[in-house]
């Protein structure tokens, strides 16, 4: 079980950054397309900045890996 992990879109459609979020959560989805076309079997968990939802989210899929597609949170700083 692999658990793709993304940014949760939290901006407004016409936001000139809404593009990046659209973006994404087609990366999100392609990826675990092409995990599923290889046999695994796959989850997906868009994420905010409250780290509980991500501890629960873990807790509930309970993969035996991650792919972690977050990286960069609107007036925060970038997660590596």
């Known amino acids: 079980r692999i658990l793709v992990i993304h940014n949760e879109p ?16 087609e990366s999100a989805t392609a990826v675990a397309e092409v995990l599923r076309a290889e ?17 629960d989210g873990v807790a509930r899929n309970r993969p035996d890996a991650v792919f972690n597609l977050p990286q960069l949170w ?3 700083p970038g997660l590596h």
């Open 39 to 55: 046999g695994h079997e796959v989850s997906q968990l868009g994420i905010g900045r409250d780290p509980r939802a991500l501890l």
């Open 74 to 76: 609107v007036g925060g």
């Open 10 to 25: 939290v901006l407004p459609e016409h936001h000139p950054d809404s593009f990046s979020e659209a973006e994404v959560l």
